[in-house]
C-alpha cells in the first residue's frame, strides 16, 4: 500500500526508517541523525509533533511507556508506506541517471 499522501517528507521516511528498532524520543532524535548519516538532527519540536501525525494515520504506534518514556514502534502500515517511498526514490535515481551520463549536458 503507497503511502495515500503522496510522497513522504524526508523526516517521515527518516523517521520510518529509525522506527525499524522500537525508541523513545531522545533515542529516536539519536538514531535519526545516524540513519541519515548526520544529515537530518530533528529537534523535540519537530519530532513530537511528526510522531502525533504519524500516529494518528496509522504508520506508527505507541508501543509502552513508563511515565515519561514512550516507546514507539513502526506498524505494518508504515513498514509498506517506507517501502514504497523506498522504491519511489530507487526509481528516481534511475530516472536521473542521464545525468551521469552527460545527456542533460548543453
Known amino acids: 500500500m ?3 499522501r503522496g510522497p513522504m517528507t524526508e523526516a517521515m521516511y527518516y523517521v520510518l526508517l529509525a522506527l525499524m528498532n522500537p525508541s523513545h ?8 541523525a545516524t ?3 548526520g544529515r537530518l538532527n530533528m529537534g523535540p519540536g519537530t519530532l513530537y509533533g511528526l510522531l502525533i501525525r504519524m500516529q494518528k494515520e496509522g504508520s506508527i504506534k505507541l508501543e509502552e511507556t513508563d511515565g515519561r518514556r514512550k516507546v ?17 526514490l530507487k526509481a528516481m535515481m534511475r530516472d536521473g541517471e542521464a545525468i551521469e551520463g552527460g545527456e542533460l549536458d548543453g
Open 2 to 4: 503507497p503511502y495515500a
Open 25 to 32: 524520543g531522545y533515542q529516536l532524535m539519536q538514531e535519526i
Open 35 to 37: 540513519v541519515s548519516n
Open 72 to 88: 514507539y514502534r513502526i506498524t505494518t502500515e508504515g513498514r509498506a508506506a517506507l517501502r514504497a517511498e523506498y522504491e519511489r
